[in-house]
């Protein structure tokens, strides 16, 4: 793989208010809301976007360029995230930062083992600990000279991204309900729900992850769960 960053832009110095121009971030996520998230937070920062929602696609990325940091989510529809961490922390050369991120909390364990160099809990939305987590792992040479103005400020996605989660669940419920399918719905919908601050439908994926684990009928949770996503998806203003 080539050492170089085609999207690097040597020219384009960081600045104190856009402390990650220059850099490029691979965004590793199946979740349109949360992607959007991730968006806005690097827009913000100065870095450029690049984004793939399964590992087959991060991986076809990976063939082409080298991103200065990359953001995995843990729990993406052809497996974990934690395979492309443990690939990419032993890759040569390595990636500057490897972050993790979740809304399950045992996906930062999860992250960690697998050799990420930290973890972003869901909802990722302050726009300081996002630049935070990039730049206190980045070498010297990519800081941005001088003092650094931290501004705390909370990212809000368009919420019809959230509406597209939900119409992305809806179709997977009706066109299987078996156990692999259930599983990833639960995961997902647990990170997005989060990422919405959706408590009601956070306790309705939490309640299907707690039963699918115990091996137990789910009948009335994936009702449950099918019943709140739809509700969403009628709704002009979700939530």
Known sequence: ??????????????????????????????????????????????????????????RRHLQIYRPSAIVVDMGLPDGSGADLIEE????????????????????????????????????????????AAILTRLPADRQPLGPRLLFDEEIRPDRLAYQDDMAHVADMLSERNDGRTLDYVAQFLLGVARSGEDHVLVSAAQ?????????????????????????????????
């Not at 009702?223 to 969403?232: D, M, P, S």
């Open 88 to 131: 990419l922390a032993q890759t040569t050369p390595r990636i500057g930062v490897i972050l993790g991120t979740s809304g399950d909390l045992d996906g930062e364990d999860a992250a960690m083992e697998a050799g990420a160099d930290g973890f972003l809990p869901k909802p990722v939305s302050s726009l300081a600990a996002f630049q």
């Open 207 to 239: 309640s299907l992850a707690r039963t699918r684990a115990r091996g137990a009928p789910v009948t009335a949770e994936t009702a449950r769960v099918a019943g709140l996503v739809q509700e969403r998806l009628q709704q002009r203003q979700v939530i």
């Open 1 to 58: 793989m080539d050492d170089s960053d085609p999207f690097a832009t040597p020219h384009r110095l960081p600045t104190s208010t856009r402390p990650l121009l220059g850099l490029t971030i691979l965004v590793v996520e199946d979740s349109r809301f949360a992607c959007e998230a991730m968006r806005l937070l690097c827009l913000r920062s100065g870095a450029r976007i690049r984004r793939a929602d399964c590992l087959k696609s991060a």
